[in-house]
């Protein structure tokens, strides 16, 4: 039907745009952002077709608020939850970031216990309550206060859509979670391997470091130019035995300081030329 080809088109159009900025940021933080903002204008998009359509029948409705919204608004909520993680990512060893992520997965742990009557109607594609969760006739606020990612609108909001909406997404944080677990460890491994091969290990702060990459990759030092500052930071990191965790946080901490900016670079710059004066005079 009309209503239905529309969002289909929407949601084809969303994927898309999403599966370009996968290609496009390496930043995992601005490409969420990204993300968000352009979910959010297909949400209104759809409530806008919304809007202006009556449903024919009951199932007609109960397919677009059971199918097709969840598949728009657990795609919000699961970006929400991402950029609220990463960006309140604790900077420390792989084992802090790794316990983070860990006190993470808990929370969607208790949010599936305390829904495990709701969970396994959806798991098990149960359909007997679909008219009291799926239309907009038997709306029960109370049911939905925690969800406050999408306006509250009666008009484009059933009890349960959001609340599916919730557990698409969580499913799918859950899996993001232990991705992101499994690549600490393996980080954390190869760490251990590189301390116990390096002959050198770097002494300096994490952050004089940081400021150290940036500069040779913004003077364009490898590859003509062309490495990323990606392959720069994970090569000193295995030439020296050194974890840099969040560098482009540590980067935004540099160009905020209030002055001595590149305060490592100057430091390194003055040293020499002294070092080089005493010579000059030693000879």
Known sequence: NNLESKSIKLLTELNRQIQFLE?????????????????????EKLKNIVSNYKFKT??????FFKEIKPKFTSKLIYNNNILRIETNKPIGSNQIVINYYQKEQKKIKYFFEDNLEFYKYYRTNSNYLDEKYFTRNNHDFKLNL????????KTFST?????????IANDLLSI?????????????????????????????????????????????????GTASLKDIAETFEELFGID????????????????????????????????????????
Do not use: P
């Open 146 to 153: 925690e969800t406050c990612y999408v306006s509250i609108d």
């Open 23 to 43: 290609s496009e940021f390496e930043d995992e933080i601005i490409k969420t952002e990204k993300n968000i903002e352009l979910i959010y204008l297909s949400i």
């Open 176 to 224: 993001y979670l232990e991705n992101k677990i499994i690549q600490q460890e393996n980080l954390k491994l190869k760490l251990t391997q590189r301390n116990l091969n390096s002959k050198l290990t770097w002494t300096g702060s994490k952050i004089a470091l940081t400021e150290l990459i940036y500069a040779l990759q913004t003077e364009g030092v490898f590859n003509n």
């Open 159 to 167: 009890s349960h859509d959001l609340k599916l909406a919730k557990l």
């Open 58 to 63: 009951c199932i007609e409705e109960i397919k």
């Open 244 to 283: 840099l965790g969040q560098y482009r946080r540590n980067f935004l901490e540099i160009r905020t300081r209030r002055e001595d900016r590149t305060r490592f670079l100057n430091s390194l710059k003055s040293n020499l030329i002294r070092r080089m004066d005493d010579s000059d005079e030693f000879y």
